[in-house]
């Protein structure tokens, strides 16, 4: 794969509050609309929704794919997912890119109160469960399955949906939820943390031994990667930028994984020790400096379109977002405002959705 054969899209961080925030996101969202990016992503906490997000950007753009990446499967019911999945389609023209994560099996007990147990044969149901309600024009619709029960028969006909394929992608960072995402899914959802390694080594792997099991193509999974990018007049502001969001993330056993496979085990050790001394200071600098030019891009305004290329060739898709930790509302809606205006020159008509 080259960088030319990627598409980009922009991650629309919405962090404010009231009215305000909307209204930044529309503003950003038509301004990557403008300039050709391919999809706007949003993604959801215990704040936030992605959903309501998404309806927002579908009504003030024209062309992009509107995306979550990621909102919580647990979070809403089957039914409730083919619902609101069938409404922004149809609010966006058919401009749905439904993706789809569960958290940490902490996350999914404690914040969302299910079982934790299995994440990925549970998401791996629910997009089975999701296929089914999606086609309930056809008929009944009669699910008995570990995780979910679902018994659906509508007393009137129901309207087919505007598209006969709902796109869904599933979020992976280890290999056996990155395999549901080619036993079943459009797409692989990757995370800021990847590297290119992590992809060829892991991720590619893991997609196709899913693939494999459903006698599916893994060529026909569309692996989407998440970029963070600082731009600023001093390059080592922006360094630090990346590595206190990296510093954040590798607290996190999830990702012992991939520091294993660097070599930045070590690395990850000190972060922590530093993290549980709350010395932000110490963490930052404990971020080895090849991590961050492995993960994200950090660079001099006029040099992100040439650095985001060089991690482009990993991907099919790379959504563009600015660091995930440390910024200010306002600060964030001007780094993502900063990757629109760096990107709008680079991006061919190849790159528009069609």
């Not at 629910?126 to 679902?150: I, N, Q």
């Not at 290119?196 to 569309?222: F, L, N, Q």
Request: charged share 25%; with cysteine.
């Amino acid at each position: 794969m080259s960088a030319a054969d990627c598409t980009y899209g922009l991650s629309i961080v919405s962090r404010g509050t009231g009215p305000a925030r909307f209204a930044a996101a529309a503003d950003l969202a038509r301004a990557a609309d403008d300039a050709g990016f391919d999809a706007l992503w949003t993604s959801e906490l215990y704040d936030r929704s992605a959903t309501i997000l998404m309806a927002h950007l579908a009504g003030v753009t024209e062309n992009v794919r509107i995306g979550s990446s990621i909102a919580y499967g647990v979070g809403r019911t089957p039914l409730m997912w083919a619902a609101e999945a069938r409404d922004l389609d149809e609010l966006s023209g058919g401009r749905l890119a439904l993706g789809l994560g569960n958290g940490t099996s902490r996350m999914m007990s404690e914040w969302h109160g299910v079982d934790g147990s299995s994440p990925a044969v549970r998401m791996e149901e629910l997009v089975v469960v999701l296929r089914k309600l999606w086609r309930l024009h056809e008929g009944p619709v009669r699910h008995d399955g570990r995780f979910y029960h679902v018994d659906v028969a509508p007393p009137a006909a129901t309207l087919p949906p505007l598209r006969e394929h709902l796109p869904i992608y599933t979020a992976g960072v280890n290999p056996r939820m990155v395999e549901t995402a080619g036993r079943v899914a459009d797409g692989v959802v990757g995370h800021p943390m990847f590297t290119a390694k992590y992809v060829d080594e892991v991720i590619r792997p893991a997609v196709a031994t899913g693939a494999a099991k459903r006698d599916r193509d893994p060529a026909d999974v569309e692996t989407i990667g998440i970029l963070m990018c600082a731009v600023h007049e001093d390059e080592e502001v922006a360094r630090r930028q990346v590595a206190f969001s990296i510093a954040q993330y590798a607290a996190s056993r999830v990702y012992d994984r991939l520091f294993e496979l660097h070599g930045w085990g070590e690395a990850q050790l000190r972060i922590r020790d530093a993290a549980r001394a709350r010395d932000a200071e110490a963490q930052i600098a404990a971020v080895p400096d090849d991590a961050i030019d492995a993960i994200g891009v950090a660079c001099r305004p006029g040099e992100l379109a040439e650095r985001v290329a060089r991690h482009a060739v990993s991907y099919d898709h790379l959504d563009l977002t600015g660091p995930a930790w440390g910024l200010e509302p306002e600060a964030q809606e001007q780094a993502a405002m900063t990757i629109v205006e760096e990107m709008r020159a680079a991006l061919t008509p190849a790159s528009v959705a069609g």
